[in-house]
Nanobody
Framework: QVQLVESGGGLVQAGASLRLSCVASGDIRRMEAMGWYRQAPGGQREMVASIIVGDSDYAGITNYADSVKGRFTISRDNAKNTAYLQMDSLRTEDTGIYYC???????????WGQGTQVTVSS
């Protein structure tokens, strides 16, 4: 089992910044990627950013949704088993619950955190 705990959400005004953190624990030896997803009120969960973690040759490779490119940055600290999402120039449409996901091709299923609320006011 893998446990994920997100933190860093909050209420900010448009144009502000927030930094989300996701700490992974448990059986994470074969964890291959971590990602951030969000779900707006009444909307579907969508991918925001992902990063390959661990010691592979592909470690550090990132992927972003078009809507956040140039504003959000995902990073990881392997020693702390933590992924971060730096969110700059926040917009009202960034409002939603942000979830952390951990995945591996060797796992039967992905693991999700409980989510952290991000609210951006105009």
């Amino acid at each position: 089992q893998v446990q994920l705990v997100e933190s860093g959400g909050g209420l900010v005004q448009a144009g502000a910044s927030l930094r989300l953190s996701c700490v992974a624990s448990g059986d994470i030896r074969r964890m291959e990627a971590m990602g951030w997803y969000r779900q707006a009120p009444g909307g579907q969960r969508e991918m925001v950013a992902s990063i390959i973690v661990g010691d592979s040759d592909y470690a550090g490779i990132t992927n972003y949704a078009d809507s956040v490119k140039g504003r959000f940055t995902i990073s990881r600290d392997n020693a702390k088993n933590t992924a971060y999402l730096q969110m700059d120039s926040l917009r009202t449409e960034d409002t939603g619950i942000y979830y952390c996901k951990a995945s591996s091709r060797t796992w039967y299923n992905d693991f999700w955190g409980q989510g952290t609320q991000v609210t951006v006011s105009s």
